[in-house]
T-cell receptor
Framework: AQTVTQSQPEMSVQEAETVTLSCTYD???????LFWYKQPPSRQMILVIR??????QNATENRFSVNFQKAAKSFSLKISDSQLGDTAMYFC??????????FGKGTKLTVNP | EAQVTQNPRYLITVTGKKLTVTCSQN?????MSWYRQDPGLGLRQIYY???????DKGDVPEGYKVSRKEKRNFPLILESPSPNQTSLYFC???????????FGPGTRLTVT
């Protein structure tokens, strides 16, 4: 069974600085997808960024980028120029052939003014 | 507007009183799923459905039932709720083979 591990339960960063959230996963599959979801206080699950395992190029969405290391099974999220609105829980998730999303336990990120 | 809706958004109930949380999507998605979110545990899958009349257990199915009689609806049924089912519940849907799931707004359930 796949597992997703987020080793940082909580993190904080100053506004305008850069922060990196860590995620590792375990799978025997070769084709899969990885995601970062953001959950603000409203509780809505918002897709931040996704990465297809067959693509070597790291995904980027504006201030959000990932460092995908397939051999190491690592998928970290970098947030540049942090903003107060980035304060949220962040979940790393894995999706293999079964279409089931397997989530990590989350990292609570606080952006301080 | 493409969306997944859940009702109710908040529910407080007592042990043993049957309840249903509805989920509906307007995107003609084949795949639908229920997750529960608990502090420190992330989201865990309860049940999922690949299409009408096709459902299967996820990681934490005990105490829950589902049905998929129509493509757009995927209700979650708690026949005899217990306090350990107090949680935040999410419904999600996606096209078959797609890699983005759309989440509903969540249902906060408290069982006393």
């Amino acid at each position: 069974a796949q597992t997703v591990t987020q080793s940082q339960p909580e993190m904080s960063v100053q506004e305008a600085e850069t922060v990196t959230l860590s995620c590792t996963y375990d799978t025997s599959e070769n084709n899969y997808y990885l995601f970062w979801y953001k959950q603000p206080p409203s509780r809505q699950m918002i897709l931040v960024i996704r990465q297809e395992a067959y693509k070597q190029q790291n995904a980027t969405e504006n201030r959000f980028s990932v460092n995908f290391q397939k051999a190491a099974k690592s998928f970290s999220l970098k947030i540049s120029d942090s903003q107060l609105g980035d304060t949220a829980m962040y979940f790393c998730a894995f999706q293999g052939g079964s279409e089931k999303l397997v989530f990590g336990k989350g990292t609570k990120l606080t952006v301080n003014p | 507007e493409a969306q997944v809706t859940q009702n109710p958004r908040y529910l407080i109930t007592v042990t043993g009183k049957k309840l249903t949380v509805t989920c509906s999507q307007n995107m003609n998605h084949e795949y639908m799923s229920w997750y529960r979110q608990d502090p420190g545990l992330g989201l865990r899958q309860i049940y999922y459905s690949m299409n009408v009349e096709v459902t299967d257990k996820g990681d934490v199915p005990e105490g829950y039932k589902v049905s998929r009689k129509e493509k757009r609806n995927f209700p979650l049924i708690l026949e005899s709720p217990s306090p350990n089912q107090t949680s935040l519940y999410f419904c999600a849907s996606s096209r078959q083979g797609a890699y983005e799931q759309y989440f509903g707004p969540g249902t906060r359930l408290t069982v006393t």
